[in-house]
């Protein structure tokens, strides 16, 4: 970022401001001070290499506070003293990025990597590749919009397209420059990306101080960064040690909105070069460039010891083609880009102690036995519960109260016991007896022949009657604004809901008078409770929580009847006829509409005005062009994807279906289509379509 000549000037004038020798005019002090204090800002968040002791940069920084204070129009936007905006934020507003922020397709295996590559070389039809490899960094993505050198905006990744604007929070990270010379290399307007951490040793420093205040600590870094990231008070961001990481440039123009990324800017390792001597922080002395295949293998054995002991939580590395003309030609699918995977790390793994089990009722009756351990810090997380599934699980792996069991996170997210140390028993351990009563309502338990789980068959049961009201408001099914998991307990313990009906006869004047309830928040509440009398019947089924059947089967089964009344008489065969459904969920559906409580909670949901009608306007299929048809997709989808996939077909009148069986007439395939096309084409009756020649059906 600095020249020698420039670096040494800088030490000189930063030792005379600090000794306050010289003679300055106000205008020249305040950008002297200007200089200096972006020169150690560079140094301490992007090198990590401080050179003036912490009280030193205070003298500076509150010279140049006050200096300004002083000398209002001398104030810039890009002055340190500007990160940190004043006020609250009211609301996060969505922004589009300039170019997508696709997810990365993930590999755990040195096959992936080879078969990866192979890919590569058939697309761009080179012998060999050569790739940069980078960690993975552990954190929260953003996205960086600089235009005519001055940061403009920050967003979250959102949903890839667009995300949240928390620009006023980014200008609180030090290591994110208000200002870069973009300029001095022809660049008008650039997006870049990065991930935002928070450094192992510093996450600890975090923690201990909390612990010290008697503030809850902190689960894991990834998360904190997350959450601090949307936080209202950027005050309060700049105290969480929150870094930016930046690691790609997704878009780059001149100030004649020509494409420098297909022009002017050639490799991958050349734009990392360009963002740290525009002063971010890059992972340009973790990165390798390797000359094929083989190198990239190589690198990826030597992080995998390597990466316990960086500053930086990571759970693997990313390969990219280096060459961005190459990447162009690879292309993306809509999913991820073709030019780049991420080579996942084998999960970690930790020991720990046995010292309770607690058994969670669910919604539909299932008794899921939970694993308390000895808490135990494992891939950025600690952990203290881990779910045993059902009975069958804990014979199977021979689980005994008291035992040293191993602990993974599958994926790195997911905590797993995969067994026991059976070397380390001392014979204390006792054997687990599963309870054949609700530990909620003390109903005898059942177990059907064909089920691993163990059920609480009691409508009544209080623990299911909370999980049903939670499933009731939850996106896929009511989708009610403001009713999350812990309003829910919470209303629960104050007699406020007993089951799904109280939803709609709550009292808001009580509501209003709890801490943390204001005006505005109950009629938030309300309008969301209101707004979702008039959701579809679709909805109203998968809400239900009726067994095996979730959206899609309830979509089906909203296309069969006029109100959801109808499936009190409807016969069983009736119900096995519809497509998409077999007998154990048709079973499932005639046993709850035959459920005298559930038809007596419809009409009490009908009485509070919600919407049992199959309405025109919400039916699913805007036209019958696929009346009666199936079809399944399958493959790396290049024109639209699944979700998207799944809509054009119920629009049009047609059904998906979930696997290739003699009820499927239609295979769409993308790219790669594996086995799926080949157990297609060994039944005459399915017709194997392209992309286009399913958008042409459809017109």
């Known amino acids: 970022m600095y020249t020698a000549s420039e670096l040494q000037q800088l ?116 012998p060999t590749v050569e790739y940069c490899v980078e960690p993975k960094f552990d954190g929260s993505s953003i996205a960086l919009v600089y235009e005519n050198d ?33 300029s001095k290399h022809g660049i008008y307007r650039i ?7 928070i450094r192992k040793d510093v996450f600890e420093k975090i923690n201990e101080t909390r612990k010290n205040q008697g503030l809850k600590t902190f689960q894991n870094s990834r998360n904190t960064a997350s959450g601090s990231l949307r936080l209202k008070d950027p ?68 992080w995998e010891t390597k990466r316990h002991s960086f500053i930086i939580e990571t759970d693997g590395m990313v390969i990219k083609v280096n060459d961005l003309k190459m990447q162009e030609q690879c292309g993306s699918t809509s999913h991820h880009p073709r030019w780049a995977i991420a080579y996942k790390f084998a999960a970690k793994q930790a020991q720990s102690k046995l010292i309770d089990i607690e058994y969670q009722v669910g919604r539909t009756g299932a008794v899921t036995p939970v694993a308390k351990i000895e808490p135990v810090r494992l891939a950025g997380v600690t952990i203290s519960s881990i779910s045993l599934h059902n009975e069958d699980f804990i014979t199977e792996k021979d689980i005994k109260m008291g035992d040293t069991v191993i602990v993974e996170r599958a994926g790195e997210v997911i905590p797993y016991i995969v ?44 623990a299911q009657a909370e999980e049903r009201v939670i499933h009731y408001v939850s996106k896929d099914a009511m989708d009610i604004d403001g009713l999350g998991r812990s309003t829910i307990i919470d209303f629960i313990q104050r007699g406020y809901l007993k089951n799904i009906e109280y939803i ?59 109100n959801v009344f109808e499936f009190e008489h409807m016969p069983l065969e009736n119900l096995t006829n519809i497509e998409g459904i077999g007998p154990k969920v048709a079973q499932s559906i005639f046993e709850f509409f035959h459920n005298k409580g559930n038809i007596h909670l419809l009409e009490k949901l009908k009485e509070y005005g919600v919407n049992t009608e199959n309405r025109p306007e919400d039916a699913i299929a805007k036209n019958n062009k696929l009346q009666g048809k199936t079809f399944l997709f399958t493959g790396s ?42 157990k297609a084409k060994a039944i005459p009756s399915i017709e194997v379509l392209t992309e286009d020649e399913f958008l042409a059906m459809i017109g």
């Open 504 to 562: 709609y006869d709550l009292p808001y004047d009580q509501i209003g008078k709890l801490e943390g309830w204001g005006e505005r928040s109950v009629v938030k509440l309300k309008e969301g409770i209101e707004s979702s009398k008039g959701r579809p019947i679709w909805r109203l089924l998968a809400a239900l929580g009726i067994r095996h059947v979730g959206v899609s089967t309830s979509k089906d089964l909203a296309k069969h009847v006029k």
């Open 637 to 678: 989808l290049q024109q639209f994807n699944r979700d998207r996939a799944k809509q054009l077909v119920e629009e049009n009148g047609g059904t998906l279906l979930s696997g290739v069986s003699t009820k499927l007439n239609y295979l769409v395939v993308g790219e790669d289509a594996g086995s799926k096309l080949t």
């Open 235 to 302: 005050k309060e961001v700049k105290t969480r040690g929150l870094e930016a990481v930046l690691y790609h440039v997704s878009y780059a123009v001149d100030n004649k909105e020509a494409n420098l990324i297909a022009t002017k800017l050639h490799t991958h390792y050349h734009n990392i070069e360009l963002l740290h001597q525009c002063g971010f922080k890059t992972p340009i002395n973790e990165l390798q460039i390797c000359k094929d295949a083989a190198h990239v293998s190589e690198f990826l054995k030597e």
């Open 419 to 462: 067994g026991v140390v059976a070397d380390l028993r001392d014979g204390s351990e006792k054997k687990i007896h599963f309870p054949m009563t609700c530990p909620s309502c003390d109903s005898e338990l059942i177990r059907l022949e064909e089920e691993a789980i163990w059920r609480c068959d009691n409508a009544d049961c209080p």
């Open 150 to 182: 001055q940061l403009i905006r920050a967003a979250t990744r959102g949903d890839g397209t667009i995300g949240e604007d928390i620009t006023n929070n980014a200008r609180a990270l030090a290591s994110v420059p208000l200002s870069a010379p973009f």
């Open 191 to 197: 997006e870049l990306r990065g991930e935002v951490i």
């Open 11 to 126: 030490n000189q004038l930063s030792d005379s401001l600090i000794k306050k020798t010289g003679h300055h005019s106000t205008e020249d002090l305040i950008d002297s001070l200007r200089k200096v204090i972006k020169y150690h800002d560079w140094r301490y968040y992007v090198l990590s290499e401080p050179i003036i002791t912490d009280f030193d940069y205070d003298h500076l920084f509150k010279a140049l506070r006050e200096l300004e204070a002083a000398n209002p129009e001398l104030i810039t936007p890009d002055s340190p003293t500007q990160r940190v905006a004043r006020g609250l934020t009211e609301e996060f507003t969505q922004v589009a990025h300039l170019a997508s922020m696709l997810s990365l397709e993930n590999s755990y295996n040195a096959e992936d990597v080879i078969d990866f590559d192979r890919k590569v070389k058939e697309i761009t039809n080179r």
